[in-house]
């Protein structure tokens, strides 16, 4: 056992049982603090890493937004959980379109990852050196005003709880100790989740909740009642509340058992779509229909700024490109699973 494993064992031994959310928030807590996980020689890669296009088509769609709104100065622009800053370095890229939206961009990363705010850091240092990006812990911490959000899979590494169907009632799933003391699931009290499941769930059904989500959810959804401004959250997931076991762990781009080696490796779970939406509209904002990634793209000119950056490249050159870009779009590899959610102001129609 490792030493945060022990923790929870201890805490367990002490106190009883604990929820999948407190094991899963305590294994990423320290994934997250201890590593950069991105890229091939991590556990995992995300769309900013695969292709420049993804950030750079996000931050033209945050251009078109902002001038919908008004132009509103001056903008902030937040992203949630910006892991290596790369989206956040192409998106300011392409805004150099609108050079007086680029001139007067603040940039708040909210990041609780000491070692992934030092990678965020150094490339905007490299890339972008008259920016000077502001950190916080949390939303709650980004001052109010006009914004443009964006979060890449950040709802994904959320801590979720689970829930048994038995008998007809809910019961949340714990995580326990197994007679030789290693991590194991048990049952435990009859509950209520905190998003109403499926009715057609029936008898040893499993249903997962993010409660943290929908609190960042929310709370994204406040400042957008209360300020002009638009939100972009893409991640992989489900468009309508469903029941179904996703959590799954990564580790060196392979799947791991979920509850070994707790907090070295990448721990997920899909997202509940219709449930984050849900959450903007009763705070106050206005809900876009969920787009899948790959229509968003091409909608918004991935193809055509491929073929720009294809002009005066090599083969090899061209080849990775397209590689890349087909990644993203192709329905089979991220274009359907990963999931676009919009939201703006309530004055403005859906994006
Ligand atoms: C899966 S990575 C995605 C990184 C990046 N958006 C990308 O697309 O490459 C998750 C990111 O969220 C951060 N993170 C995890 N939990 C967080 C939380 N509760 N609040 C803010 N950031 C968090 C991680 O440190 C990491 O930067």
Request: glycine letters at 10%; hydrophobic letters at 45%.
């Amino acid at each position: 056992m490792n030493l945060l494993e022990r923790r929870l064992a201890d805490e367990i031994r002490a106190s009883g049982p604990i929820g999948v959310d407190r094991f899963m928030g305590a294994a990423l807590e320290h994934y997250y603090r201890s590593r950069d996980p991105l890229g091939a020689g991590g556990d995992f890669t995300t769309a900013p890493e695969i292709s420049q296009v993804f950030g750079e088509i996000i931050g033209l769609w945050g251009a078109d937004q902002w001038q919908r709104l008004g132009g509103p100065l001056p903008l902030r622009l937040v992203e949630l959980g910006p892991g290596r800053g790369t989206l956040m370095a192409d998106l300011l890229r392409a805004l150099r379109v609108v050079p007086p939206l680029r001139q007067a961009v603040e940039v708040h990363f909210v990041e609780t990852s000491p070692t992934l705010r030092e990678r965020q850091a150094e490339t905007l240092r490299r890339l972008h050196p008259d920016v000077a990006p502001r950190w916080h812990d949390a939303l709650a911490q980004v001052p109010q005003g006009p914004m443009l959000l964006i979060a890449n899979e950040l709802f994904d590494a959320l801590p979720i709880r689970q829930w048994l169907r038995e008998h007809g009632r809910w019961r949340e799933r714990l995580v326990g100790l197994d007679g030789s003391g290693a991590f194991a699931f048990e049952t435990g009290q009859i509950g209520t989740p905190p998003v109403d499941p499926p009715l057609t769930a029936s008898d040893g059904a499993l249903f997962e909740t993010c409660e943290p989500g929908l609190a960042i959810a929310g709370e994204i959804g406040r400042r957008l009642a209360a300020a002009p401004g638009a939100a972009l959250l893409i991640d992989y997931g489900h468009g309508q509340t469903a029941a179904g076991e996703t959590l799954q762990a990564l580790k060196a781009h392979a799947y791991a058992p979920v509850l070994a080696d707790a907090g070295e490796a990448d721990l997920t779970a899909h997202v509940d779509f219709e449930a984050l939406g849900n959450a903007l509209a009763a705070a106050g904002a206005n809900v876009a229909p969920l787009a899948l990634q790959g229509q968003f793209l091409i909608e918004n000119g991935a193809n055509l700024r491929l073929e720009a950056l294809l002009r005066g490249k090599d083969e090899a050159a061209g080849l990775r490109l397209k590689t890349g870009v087909r990644r993203l779009l192709d329905p089979m590899e991220m274009g359907r699973l990963f999931k676009v959610l919009a939201a703006t102001s309530p004055e403005r129609s859906p994006p």
